[in-house]
Each structure stands twice: as C-alpha cells, then as structure tokens.
C-alpha cells in the first residue's frame, strides 16, 4: 500500500466494490466515501462534478476516462492505468499514487496539492494551470514532460527528471533546484531569476 509522507495513515475503507458490480459508464455528481474499488473497469468514464473522499483505487483502469470538476480527495490509487485520461478543474487533493501508467494523462486546471506521485513516470503526461502546491515528484520521471503555468511552489524534486520538460509559466519558488536534474528544461526569464536567487545569486 502506498504510504503517505509526515506518517498520516491511509484512511480504512467501509465498502468494496468489485469489478462486477460496476456497471456504470457514466457518473454526474455522485459522493463515495471510504470506499475500496478493485480491478474495476472505469475506462471510457464520463464523470461530471462527482465526488470521492479517503477512497482507494487498486487495479482500476481509468484509461481514455474523462473527468470534470470532480473531486478525489486524500483518495490512494494502487496499480491503476491514466493512458488518455483527462482531468479539467478537478480537486486530487491529498491523494496518493502507487505505481500505474500515466501515458497521455492531460490535467488541465483544478488542485492536485499535497499529491504524492513519487517515481512515477510522467514522461508523456502533461499538467496545465494548475495547483501542485507541495506535491511529492521525488524520484518521478518528467523528462519530456509538460507543466506549464503550474504551481509547483514547495514541490519535492529530490531525485526527480525534468531533462528537457516544458516549465513554462510555473511557479517554482521554495523548491531545492540542486535536487532534481532540469537539464535542458524550457523557463521564461522570470523563472531564470527566481532559480537565480534560490542558488545564492544576487541580481543587478
């Protein structure tokens, strides 16, 4: 099971839902809680404004799904497949992923702070507009990768790959520069000042 940082426990699940008795393709403004989902097929999910909180998501494929001002919040996904999905305005929020595929993930605006992706590979994915306050890369494989106009303030980097990775427009103060490899990486002169100073350079 994926473990969270500062020591919070993954919350317990009340009820569990098995590939079988999923039969849905379509969710509108649905609330889960506590809820264990395993080996479900999700692919092709159209959810619109629905919520799930302290859930846990193992072996679920979440593959060409697309999800709209939802919320998953302080949820873990185990082993799950993202190829294709797309996440707009969206609320990931505490949540935890351990393992999975993450090809052609597009997530476009909403608030994935304090999400733990680490080691995860980012390669093909892209994030856009959005909050990634005190998210956890470390380790995360991001070379080729898209952030732009993202909040990644207070971001853990330590071991993480953004050789070549679109960081245009983020906001990247708080976070140890030396910790991560930006070989390559695109910036706009605003970001090469603020990665000046968090080097010890003085400007002007």
Known sequence: MAERRRGTP??????????????V???????HERTLFV?????DLLNRGSTFRE???????????THTEAAFL???????EFFDAKFTDCKMVGSVFDGGSFDVLRVSGG???????????LRRAS??????????LTGAKCAGATFTEVDLSDAWLHGADFTGADLRGSDLSGIDITAATLTGARIEPEQ????????GFKIG
């Open 10 to 23: 993954t919350p317990p699940t009340d009820t569990t839902v098995l590939d079988r008795d999923w039969t």
């Open 25 to 31: 393709n379509e969710v509108v403004g649905e609330t």
């Open 39 to 43: 080996d479900v097929d999700m692919a």
């Open 55 to 65: 859930c846990v998501f193992r072996g679920v494929e979440f593959n060409a799904s």
């Open 74 to 80: 302080n949820c873990t996904f185990v082993r799950c």
């Open 111 to 121: 608030d994935w702070s304090f999400v733990g992706l680490p080691g995860a590979d």
């Open 127 to 136: 994030f856009t507009g959005l909050r990634m306050h005190d998210v956890d």
């Open 192 to 199: 090469a000042v603020t990665i000046a100073r968090a080097l």
